[in-house]
């Protein structure tokens, strides 16, 4: 499993209401950090604070060309220290990867999927809880 590649596909993919936040992500933002809280609507996340409707993609996701590769796309977060738990704990399984075509994965990985969820929660220990 290779390290994260900023591709943008879990942020697009769980964009338009697909995302949720949890009561304490809620409380820290609303205490420290109103620039999101603004962003929040009735412990729901991603509303326009202009016209409260829904937006379609995170408002804090930003596009880039990569250094290295100036044809290549990719994602950053403005707030990858501060985002929500859905965002933190990605990705949870090796089977979400492969249905969300994430790029971490390699062929090693998908002849191995035991042996590849073990890497995977290695990886994200510091992140998330492990899957069992």
Known sequence: MQECNSCGKCCIKYSNGDLSASDEDID?????????????????????????????????L????HSQQPDKTIYTCDIYY???????????TIKQMIN???????????????QAQKDLDTLLKDSRPSYD
């Open 28 to 60: 820290m933002w609303e205490l420290f950090k109103p620039d999101i809280a603004a962003y929040v609507k009735k412990g729901l996340i991603w509303f326009s604070p202009q016209s409260g409707k829904q937006l379609s993609l995170c408002p804090f």
């Open 82 to 92: 501060d985002r929500p738990e859905d965002c933190r704990f990605y990705p949870v």
């Open 100 to 114: 969300d075509e994430c790029e971490m994965l390699q062929q090693g990985d998908l002849a191995n999927p035991q």
């Open 62 to 65: 930003r596009e880039g060309k």
